[in-house]
């Protein structure tokens, strides 16, 4: 009697071995193989080019003013906005890299540039709240 229940338990074992063997193997060939991990590619940037010196190169005159309305644009980013229908709000702007900072409409950001205006993803920056915006920012699009 008790060589017969060892010879079932034996049998069980066998097939509890040959089940978790088969479902293994069943597993490993229905999944996709891994695609290869990207190497990133070596080598060296290519320099910035200096857009005055392209500009001058190309026969423009009073190259620089645009120069440097574009690095003054490049020197603020709008983190978000708060706006209201009622022409109030405020911005997070960062200001030269440093962390951003919340901006009440009519508050001034940086020396000779306040808060003049918000809108859902822009805000627009001028000398005061009457004259024309100077320079206009716009959220990026958030990453998918």
């Known amino acids: 009697m008790q060589s017969q229940w060892r010879l079932r ?3 069980f074992l066998v097939w509890a071995l040959a089940a978790a063997s088969a479902v293994y193997w069943a597993l490993k060939f229905a999944r996709p193989p891994a695609a290869p991990a990207a190497l990133p590619i070596a080598g060296a940037q290519p320099a910035p080019a200096d857009a005055s010196a392209v500009a001058r190169l190309l026969g423009a005159v009073g190259a620089t003013a645009v120069v440097q309305t574009v690095n003054a ?3 603020y980013v709008l983190v978000g906005v708060v706006a209201s229908r009622s022409s109030t709000g405020a911005a997070l702007i960062a200001v030269d890299g440093k962390p951003a ?3 009440r409409v009519g508050a001034k950001v940086d020396e000779g540039l306040i808060l003049q205006s918000v809108a859902p993803r822009r805000a627009w920056l001028g000398a005061s709240t009457d004259a024309p915006a100077s320079l206009a920012l716009e959220m990026p699009l958030p990453k998918k």
């Open 73 to 75: 644009a490049s020197r």
């Open 101 to 103: 900072r919340p901006f």
């Open 9 to 11: 338990a034996l049998t």
